[in-house]
């Protein structure tokens, strides 16, 4: 299959990973999670929009049996840095009462936005919360540590952009994962 042009592409420095790599690690960790919950009622939890891409590629790639659904949090507002405080914009509709919850982030960055939706979730009162980050940022210290059970990807402290991830609301379709050039957002 030929790779459209699309260009955005233009605007990254470096690919950090193509669609082929990131094809291949979620192949691998939905194996994973189907070894992990076999025989256990599962519910995929994605955190709107930026994971929304990276949560029905998975999603795809478990082989149990499981339901799923979209929460929404903001705490960039358009940036490129978290503005600390978190918004909730989307709760849950499906029924997670008792059951085994996987929270799908696009990347533990500040662990804000992630800390807060936990928080919501617990309120559901599932059997267990665990979460799945496609992207791992570095960072010397974090606003709010949260466990990561699943992780795609290490980055480095960069900006980056595509597979779901935005700028401005736009790259999110972007095939692959990279850094966004400075010039755009300086």
């Not at 592409?9 to 691998?28: F, M, N, P, W």
């Not at 509709?93 to 662990?111: A, F, P, T, W």
């Not at 936005?113 to 059997?127: E, N």
């Amino acid at each position: 299959m030929t790779r459209l042009n699309n260009p955005l592409d233009q605007h990254l420095t470096k690919v950090l990973y193509s669609k082929e790599v990131i094809q291949k690690r979620v192949a691998e960790i939905g194996e994973q999670i189907t070894e992990d919950y076999k025989n256990r009622e599962l519910v995929l939890v994605g955190i709107l929009r930026g994971a929304a891409i990276f949560m029905c590629d998975l999603s795809r790639q478990i082989a149990v049996p499981h339901s799923w659904d979209m929460c929404g949090a903001s705490s960039y507002h358009g940036g490129t840095a978290t503005t600390g405080h978190v918004q909730i914009t989307k709760d849950v509709e499906v029924n997670l009462r008792n059951k085994e919850v996987i929270v799908v982030e696009d990347i533990y960055d500040s662990g804000r936005t992630l800390r807060a939706i936990c928080d919501l979730l617990r309120v559901h009162q599932p059997a267990s919360i665990e979460v799945c980050a496609l992207l791992y940022k570095e960072k010397a210290q974090r606003a709010s540590e949260v466990a990561i059970k699943y992780v795609g990807f290490e980055i480095a402290d960069e900006f980056v952009v595509g597979y779901g991830l935005d700028y401005n609301e736009y790259y999110r379709n972007l095939d692959c994962i990279g850094v966004l050039d400075p010039k755009i957002y300086s």
